[in-house]
C-alpha cells in the first residue's frame, strides 16, 4: 500500500516519540535528584560542543522519563567560560555521597560546592560537572556515575515498533524512487511529443 505525504508525516511523529522514549539519555534518576541544570556558551567553539549536543538530545530523553525533575538550560554563558552542569540533591542524600569519587571514566570531573547557589535551597547539596571539551556520550556517563542513575531498556513493544517503523521508511524510500522515475519518464515522453510536434510545424 503506497504510503502518502500524510502517512510519512505520522511515520515521522511515530519515530520520534521512540527515538525520545527508546535513545541515549532515556535514563530514570533517583528520587534524591531536585533539580538540573546546564551553561553553556553560544557557539560551539571552546569546547562547547559537547554540551550543545547533550541538551539536543540526551536532555530531552532525560526530561521525557523524569517530568518531575525541573530542568533548566542557560547557553548564553560567555564563551571563555566553562560548561557546567549542575545536579541538586536532597539534603538527605547529601551525606551518604558526598565522599564518593564523582569523575567518570572519561576523566569528566565533579565537585561539591562549597556555597549554596542563590537559587538552591539550604536544604540542597548541588554538585557540579565541568562538560567543557567532552562528548555529550561522556557527559551522559559522568551523570549517570554521578547520580547513579538507571537505564530505561526498550520494551518489546518498542523493538517491534521499530522494526516496523524501520520497514516503512524502507518501503516510503523505494515508493519515492519508483515516483521519481516515472516523473522523469512522463516529463522526457512529453519533451519528446513537443519536439516531434514542433518539426511538423
Do not use: C
Request: proline share 6%.
Amino acid at each position: 500500500m503506497p504510503v502518502n505525504s500524510i502517512g510519512r508525516r505520522i511515520i515521522h511523529v511515530q519515530q520520534r516519540l521512540l527515538d525520545i522514549r527508546t535513545g541515549t539519555g532515556a535514563l530514570l534518576l533517583p528520587k534524591t535528584i531536585k533539580r538540573i541544570h546546564l551553561r553553556f556558551a553560544p557557539h560551539i567553539n571552546g569546547g562547547h560542543m559537547g554540551p550543545r549536543k547533550f541538551w539536543r538530545n540526551e536532555l530531552i530523553r532525560l526530561k521525557y522519563h523524569n517530568p518531575a525533575v525541573p530542568m533548566s538550560v542557560d547557553n548564553k554563558a560567555p564563551q571563555e567560560e566553562k560548561a557546567i552542569m549542575s545536579i541538586h540533591f536532597t539534603a538527605a542524600d547529601a551525606k551518604q555521597s558526598s565522599d564518593s569519587p564523582t569523575s567518570s571514566p572519561a576523566a569528566i570531573d565533579s565537585t561539591t560546592q562549597n556555597s549554596t547557589p542563590s537559587d538552591a535551597a539550604s536544604t540542597e547539596r548541588v554538585e557540579t560537572i565541568d562538560m567543557t571539551g567532552y562528548t555529550n556520550t561522556e557527559i551522559l556517563d559522568a551523570l549517570v556515575k554521578l547520580t547513579k542513575a538507571t537505564v530505561v531498556e526498550p520494551t518489546p513493544e518498542d523493538i517491534a515498533e521499530a522494526q516496523m517503523l524501520e520497514e516503512d521508511r524502507i518501503r516510503s524510500a523505494r515508493e519515492a524512487k519508483i515516483g521519481l522515475a516515472i516523473r522523469t519518464r512522463q516529463k522526457r515522453e512529453k519533451q519528446l511529443l513537443e519536439q516531434a510536434r514542433g518539426d511538423f510545424v
